[in-house]
């Protein structure tokens, strides 16, 4: 076996470690580009008809909001993630705030861990009514559910710069986490324009006027590059925290190069429900989602619902307690820096990583190319950093490592990943309510930045959704699985959805949904205000009424052309037969599907 190399730095033996949706901003946060999709990118792509370099397809945020008790402007504090694809040399990002903020890097499990428990889920189960026929099937499953569709540093104070004889001021310069990062100002626009150029920011013509209008607002600018020596792999969301009157996603500056449908999700965090100010906010028509699918039509109905509304229209997905979120990213004593410390070799560092649930962090596989660096020869086989780490132990008994440091390796996972956890699981803590918002808008549609404020009387909104397919047998007329079909919804309404058949064996046909298929998609839109129920500015509950009429009574006498008697228990029972039924129906369905 050939002999290792092993660099120990002073202190206990270490060993080394192992081992994002869009770019935004806030109004507060904005991020200017040239056509790469909230990034400044390094001059256009040479073919015209190629991909942006850089395609903004998302936005997510977190904000969570202080009030100030005597009444002043509130403290925001603004966890957003980045999604770059392109060079290091050409990163950057630029982002207006209302105030001096100060800066920090966050995780991207913050997103991951909220997006998982706030998803839209669509849950449907079997029922009867009556008494059924018995049928050739036993005991079976019913429906399943389905999904649809760190504390920041100071930023301190700074001098003045000139551009051509017109005043910048700098009010912080210097590194934070992966990010070379300046927070300017000026009242000039066109000294700002040419500080950015004249330090590597690109500034695009489209982007020009709105850089303009928003110094022309006082506004304060964010930029950021990477490090040199850093890669894109190392990028973190950036967390702000500063003074300012409301949350806001800049979508002005997004216009620029964003993708047709852009998914914009954000989270709220305050002590009641967070609601649009200047954009509407819609409720989805339950009667449109496909139920047989776990819901799998559900994005394309929000895309519906909010062109429908212009474009500038976000559903709450989720109101309710933040309790939901306790422990998500970190507990006391859940991740061992002692266990680190002790690892003697670096596969049994890269164990105890994987055993406390950090290898899929984004940011444990650049560590670990930096700390347990993979040998030469085995970068010249190709082999990919994943599955070099996952394996390790096998190349650590052939190969010679060399520049091994496990005590700054296990220094960096406590400060780049455990910490940035630690401090979002804070911040979620120490407010009492969440809020989930989302929408889909293209370019076209962002003519205005999107505000959102607190309202203290709306309820509730529960991100659990629910259905029965009730199997109506009659009087011994059909069984389970050939019985009419009645779609029941929580709020009480309920559609027929199939007709009956009197065949001796399942024949497992589809529901008709067809009938249901023209309603709108958008049930109600409101204008929210921070009391009340605001405005309604549309009201489709009559239409939407009328067209459940028509598709019940295109389904024949009743809505089922059959007579539907009680069951001999007197009232309604569970039949094992229309679980059987219903549930390998909905397999068939769902074969292949994946939720969105």
Known sequence: MKTKMMKIRSGIPGVA?????????????????????????????????????????GENIVFAIEHDPAGGAATLTAHIQILYTGSAAKFSWVVPVDSVPTLGVGTDQLFASLAGITQPVFQTTGATEGTCLPDQYGQGPTFDSATAGGRPTSAGTGGSTGAEGRSVTVAFQGAVGPFDTAVIHSTDPMALKTWLIDN???????????????????????????????????????VLTFKGNEAC??????????NPDMPVRLWVLSDRRAVPKNFFELKIDELRIDWANAGSNYGDLLKEAANKAGGNAFVAEYAGTSSIATGLLWTSGQFDLASLRAAMTPPVYVQALVTMGLAGDPQTLPLLAKYIPMPSEVQAMGVTDS?????????????????????????????????????????????TYLTRLNTFISPEEMGKDAFFTINRDLGDVSNIHTAIFRAMCGNGQYMACNAPIRME????????????????????????????????????????????????????????????????????????????????????????????????????????????
């Open 200 to 238: 590597g920011y690109i500034v695009s013509d489209a982007a020009s006027a709105i850089i303009d209008d928003y110094v022309r607002q006082s506004k304060y600018f964010v930029a950021l590059k990477l490090l040199n020596g850093k890669d894109t792999k190392s990028i973190q969301p950036i």
């Open 387 to 431: 599955f070099f780490y996952g394996n390790l132990a096998m190349y650590w008994a052939q190969y010679s490592f060399v520049g091994v440091d496990l005590v700054e390796l296990t220094n960096q996972i406590d400060k780049v990943i455990i910490q940035p956890r630690r401090q979002a699981q804070t911040m979620i803590d120490a407010h």
């Open 489 to 596: 919804l929580s709020d009480g309404r309920k559609a027929w959805v199939r007709t009956g058949s009197t065949a001796s064996t399942c024949n497992f046909r589809d529901v008709d949904m067809s009938g249901l298929a023209g309603l709108p998609a958008a049930e109600i839109v409101w204008q929210r205000d921070e009391t009340g129920e605001g405005s309604r500015v549309i009201d489709n509950t009559g239409a939407i009424d009328e067209g459940l009429k028509v598709n019940n009574a295109g389904f024949g006498g009743g809505g089922c052309g059959c007579r539907v008697g009680a069951s001999a228990a007197g009232g309604v029972g569970l039949s094992v037969g229309l679980g059987v039924a219903l549930a390998l129906w909905v397999g068939r369905r769902r074969r292949g599907h994946t939720p969105r």
């Open 17 to 57: 470690a192992v081992l994002g949706l869009g770019v935004v901003g806030l109004c507060a946060l904005s991020s200017p580009a040239q056509a790469c999709g909230g990034l400044f990118c390094d001059g256009p792509p040479p073919d015209p008809f190629a991909p942006l370099p850089v395609a903004q397809n």
């Open 249 to 258: 996603v800049p979508l002005r500056l997004t216009a620029i190069a964003a």
